[in-house]
């Protein structure tokens, strides 16, 4: 498996759960329930609305800090008590499925309403855990459901393109990147994505086109330089590959990378 840092935020981390599943390779994502999930309706407790807040504040603080084990923590207080929103479930969700809990996640979305504002954020975020999970034909299921509800949101255009190339549907995910760019030329992550696509599908000249600007950029996130990396190995080029990944990962992660890559083209022939 390409290595990756124990990061947070999405975007953070290194390539797509997408490439391992599309390249047949088992993923090392821990998928284990860890129980961090609280029942909707179980032991609510009454807390004051200033106390809210101010928890509130911490588990989103802790969550932006990296510390999602703390955040959970805090969240978990927040959900049970009684004046308990669909946003804050939401957002209690989607800091388990950062944590590699996506079972839990899916616990906490499901309790969501279908009439609930929340409900496109709940279901993209089932679409998110069901691909951590392995399970590419459910998270479409779940991100069509969400089309449903807003058919040109870009958060579900990207992550129906997720989907469908996890299932090697690699034409229609590349047409959802490529309506997203189309209203928003410079959105990241369908940038991102559609050039991952591109290269699972041998066009590495259009890929490195679409990604190298943002591996660039200074405000490049490690998951590009990551795939960056990623499209450079895959190519062939094993000395830009090391030079991107070098950037985020010591060298002994960077052999790794370069070794995994090259069994990966060793597959392809």
Not at 93 to 98: N, P, T
Not at 139 to 160: M, S
Not at 168 to 183: F, I, N, P, T
Not at 231 to 240: A, K, N, R, S, V
Request: hydrophobic residues 45%; contains cysteine; glycine residues 6%.
């Amino acid at each position: 498996m390409f290595v990756k840092k124990a990061q947070g935020r999405r975007g953070a981390k290194s390539w797509p759960v997408v490439v391992a599943m599309t390249l047949l390779l088992g993923g090392c994502a821990d998928t284990n329930s860890s129980n961090l999930a609280a029942p909707a309706n179980e032991g609510r407790a009454s807390v004051s609305s200033d106390d809210h807040g101010s928890l509130l504040r911490m588990a989103r603080a802790m969550r932006q800090a990296g510390d999602l084990i703390s955040s959970i923590q805090i969240y978990r207080t927040v959900v049970a008590t009684k004046s308990v929103t669909p946003e804050i479930l939401v957002e209690y969700g989607d800091v388990l499925l950062e944590s590699g809990s996506p079972d839990d996640a899916i616990d906490i979305y499901s309790q969501i309403d279908g009439k609930s504002p929340a409900r496109l954020s709940a279901l993209l975020g089932m679409t998110r855990a069901y691909i951590n999970l392995g399970e590419p034909t459910k998270a479409l299921d779940f991100v069509d459901k969400a089309q449903l509800l807003a058919p040109q949101d870009a958060r579900v255009l990207v992550d129906r393109g997720v989907a469908l190339d996890a299932l090697k549907r690699h034409a229609e995910a590349q047409q959802s990147y490529r309506a997203v760019l189309a209203a928003a030329p410079r959105h990241v992550s369908a940038r991102n994505d559609l050039a991952l696509s591109l290269a699972l599908t041998g066009q590495y000249d259009e890929a490195l086109a679409i990604i190298a600007p943002l591996g660039r950029s200074a405000s490049a996130t490690p998951r590009v330089r990551e795939n960056m990396a990623l499209i450079y190995g895959l190519m062939g080029d094993t000395d830009h590959a090391a030079i991107v990944s070098r950037v985020d990962l010591d060298e002994k992660d960077t052999q790794a990378n370069l070794a995994f890559l090259a069994a990966v083209r060793g597959t392809k022939r």
